[in-house]
């Protein structure tokens, strides 16, 4: 079992940075993949990023890639997304994941899901 809480989330202007932090808890959290999806209004739960708990493995969507990074503290049992150059079309309500499958990218792979926190970019 693990739990998921995230924070962070906000309203920031196009061009901008925000970081979102997802803490996590339960048993043999180093077995999982960690990462974050997005979805906006009327589509579909989208893959944003991941990391390994061991190694620090990252992989993100090309829609994100050289703005977004996601990273770790294994000692805080907490995962970070730092977005930055913000567009208006990262607005969504982004959702901490959490995978045993390394193919998170799908969101029927992922085991257990934060609660959600909203991002929206303003132009």
């Known amino acids: 079992q693990v739990q998921l809480v995230e924070s962070g989330g906000g309203l920031v202007q196009a061009g901008g940075s925000l970081r979102l932090s997802c803490a996590a808890s339960?048993?043999?959290?180093?077995?999982?993949?960690m990462g974050w999806f997005r979805q906006a209004p009327g589509k579909e739960r989208e893959f944003v990023a991941r990391?390994?708990?061991?190694?620090?493995?990252?992989y993100y969507a090309d829609s994100v890639k050289g703005r977004f990074s996601v990273s770790r503290d294994n000692a805080k049992n907490t995962v970070y997304l730092q977005m930055n150059s913000l567009k208006p079309e990262d607005t969504a309500v982004y959702y901490c994941?959490?995978?045993?499958?390394?193919?998170?990218?799908?969101?029927?792979?992922?085991?257990?899901w934060g609660q959600g926190t909203q991002v929206t970019v303003s132009s």
């Open positions: 339960g048993r043999s959290l180093g077995s999982y993949y």
């Open positions: 994941a959490a995978a045993l499958r390394q193919a998170m990218g799908v969101a029927s792979n992922v085991d257990y």
């Open positions: 990391i390994s708990w061991s190694g620090g493995s990252t």
